[in-house]
C-alpha cells in the first residue's frame, strides 16, 4: 500500500471513530460547535437586520447581552444580566412584541444548548417567529433539532432538521443539517433515510464542506443495510 493510501485509510479511520464518539457521547461536539457557529451568525444578522425595532430601549440595552454571549465564561451574564444591564432572558420576556425580544430568544436558546439545559433550550427557541432570514430562520429550527436530539426525542430531531434543510436552501445550512439528519437517523437505524440525506449532500451540494467527507458516511451507511 502506498504512502497516500496509508493516510487516507488513516484518516477514514479517524473519522468514523470521530463520527462513533459523537453518536455515543451524551453532549455532543458538533451539536454545541453548532450553536457556537449559529450564535456568531446571529449577532451579524442581528447587526444587520434588526437595529430597527419598535423599542428602541431594547436595542440599547441588549448590546451588553451580545458582548457576554461571545465569551463562553459570561454565558450566565449573558442570559441573566450583571446587575446595571439586562440579559436575554429579561429582555425576551420584557419585550415580547419586539424584533429585539425575538432574536433574544434565539440567542437563550443557542446559549442554553452550549449550558446543557436542553429543555430550556427548546422552550426559548419555540418563542422564535420566524423573519424571513435565510440563514437565522434555518440555524434557530436546526438548534431546536440539537436540543430535541440531546433530549433523546428523535422524531422531534428529524422533523426540525428536515425543516432546517428546506427553510431557505443553500449550500451552508442546508448540508449541515442533512448530515445531523443522517447522523439522527443512524442512531435510530434508518439506515435507508440515512443514506438518502447524505446522498442528497453528495449530489446537491457537491462543494459544500460537509460533502469533503459524505463518502464516508455514505459507506459506512450502505455497510449497515
Same mark, same amino acid.
Given at each position: 500500500?502506498t504512502?497516500?493510501q496509508?493516510d487516507?485509510?488513516s484518516n477514514?479511520?479517524?473519522l468514523?471513530?470521530?463520527?462513533s464518539?459523537?453518536l455515543?457521547?451524551?453532549?455532543?461536539?458538533?451539536?454545541i460547535?453548532?450553536?457556537?457557529?449559529?450564535?456568531?451568525?446571529?449577532?451579524?444578522?442581528?447587526q444587520?437586520f434588526y437595529?430597527a425595532p419598535?423599542?428602541?430601549?431594547?436595542?440599547?440595552?441588549?448590546f451588553?447581552?451580545?458582548?457576554?454571549?461571545a465569551i463562553d465564561?459570561?454565558?450566565?451574564k449573558a442570559?441573566?444580566?450583571?446587575?446595571s444591564?439586562?440579559?436575554?432572558e429579561?429582555i425576551?420576556?420584557e #419585550? &415580547? +412584541? *419586539?424584533k !429585539?425580544a425575538?432574536?433574544?430568544?434565539a440567542? $437563550? %436558546?443557542? /446559549?442554553?444548548?452550549q449550558?446543557? @439545559?436542553?429543555q430550556?433550550?427548546?422552550?426559548?427557541?419555540?418563542? #422564535? &417567529? +420566524? *423573519?424571513g !432570514?435565510?440563514i437565522i430562520d434555518p440555524?434557530? $429550527? %436546526?438548534? /431546536?433539532?440539537d436540543a430535541?436530539? @440531546?433530549?433523546?426525542?428523535?422524531?422531534q430531531?428529524?422533523?426540525?432538521y428536515?425543516?432546517?434543510?428546506?427553510?431557505?436552501?443553500?449550500?451552508?445550512?442546508?448540508?449541515?443539517?442533512l448530515?445531523?439528519?443522517?447522523?439522527?437517523?443512524?442512531e435510530?437505524k434508518e439506515?435507508?433515510?440515512?443514506?438518502?440525506?447524505y446522498?442528497r449532500?453528495?449530489?446537491?451540494?457537491?462543494?459544500?464542506?460537509?460533502?469533503?467527507?459524505?463518502?464516508?458516511?455514505?459507506?459506512?451507511?450502505?455497510a449497515r443495510?
Amino acid at each position: 500500500m502506498t504512502t497516500n493510501q496509508n493516510d487516507t485509510a488513516s484518516n477514514t479511520e479517524k473519522l468514523m471513530k470521530t463520527e462513533s464518539f459523537l453518536l455515543e457521547n451524551k453532549k455532543s461536539l458538533a451539536i454545541i460547535g453548532g450553536a457556537i457557529v449559529a450564535l456568531i451568525l446571529l449577532y451579524f444578522g442581528y447587526q444587520n437586520f434588526y437595529l430597527a425595532p419598535r423599542a428602541e430601549k431594547a436595542v440599547n440595552e441588549m448590546f451588553r447581552a451580545e458582548e457576554y454571549a461571545a465569551i463562553d465564561s459570561l454565558a450566565d451574564k449573558a442570559i441573566k444580566g450583571d446587575g446595571s444591564y439586562p440579559g436575554f432572558e429579561k429582555i425576551a420576556a420584557e #419585550y &415580547s +412584541s *419586539t424584533k !429585539s425580544a425575538n432574536i433574544a430568544n434565539a440567542y $437563550l %436558546g443557542g /446559549l442554553y444548548l452550549q449550558k446543557g @439545559e436542553f429543555q430550556k433550550a427548546v422552550d426559548a427557541l419555540g418563542n #422564535y &417567529s +420566524s *423573519t424571513g !432570514s435565510p440563514i437565522i430562520d434555518p440555524l434557530v $429550527l %436546526g438548534m /431546536l433539532g440539537d436540543a430535541y436530539s @440531546e433530549l433523546k426525542e428523535y422524531d422531534q430531531a428529524v422533523t426540525y432538521y428536515k425543516k432546517a434543510a428546506e427553510k431557505a436552501a443553500n449550500s451552508f445550512t442546508t448540508p449541515l443539517f442533512l448530515k445531523k439528519l443522517g447522523l439522527v437517523y443512524e442512531e435510530q437505524k434508518e439506515y435507508d433515510s440515512a443514506l438518502e440525506a447524505y446522498q442528497r449532500i453528495k449530489s446537491e451540494y457537491p462543494y459544500s464542506g460537509e460533502a469533503s467527507t459524505v463518502d464516508t458516511y455514505i459507506a459506512r451507511t450502505e455497510a449497515r443495510l
